[in-house]
């Protein structure tokens, strides 16, 4: 992949350290659509973890949540029992906050209802698309636990249902429009 050279402004104005971190994240991830539920349901989960805390943060336990939350299957979160809660507020490779965590277990088990109804996560969200940011995230608070505003306004810029998630200028903002044909339906 060639790397872009010209940046987000968020990404340029980082300190070098955590440039590196991000922007493989900013290349190859974010604003582009998500087609398995498990890996929209790990945006799900990441996003809500990043609550009060940085996206450096999360970026850096990234692969521990993936483990913690056996890869993100959403049928094995949404059966986890109490010793599961203890066993992720032990895990310091996590955001060990109850809240969330219990968000995670609920919110799985919300989406198997969605998978049931409609076929998929991906599918639901396709149903209430296009949709305004203050629809969807009344649409969310109704359906998810622990989904404010500011989380559902980045779930949905970092899946591609939003808009907006690159400046016009930055290199990537081309590739992620072309993945997200929606956003040219008129």
Known sequence: MIKPTTYCHAINAMKADEQHLHKEYHD????????????????????INQAG??????????????????NFDIKKVAAFKDADVQRLLNDAGIIRNRLKVN??????KAIMAIQKEFGSFKNWLNHH??????????????????????IVNEFLLSTG?????HDPSCAVYKKVLKANPMWNKK
């Open 161 to 165: 249902y939003l808009p907006g998630a």
């Open 103 to 108: 968000a995670a277990i609920e919110n799985a």
């Open 129 to 150: 698309h296009p949709t305004s940011r203050e629809e969807w995230t009344k649409l969310f608070k109704k359906t998810f636990r622990f989904t404010g505003g500011e």
């Open 53 to 70: 805390l940085s996206w450096t943060t999360i970026l850096k336990k990234q692969e521990t949540f993936r483990a913690a939350y056996h």
């Open 28 to 47: 190859k991830q974010y604003g582009f659509p998500i087609e398995v539920d498990n890996e929209l349901f790990c945006r799900l989960v990441l996003e």
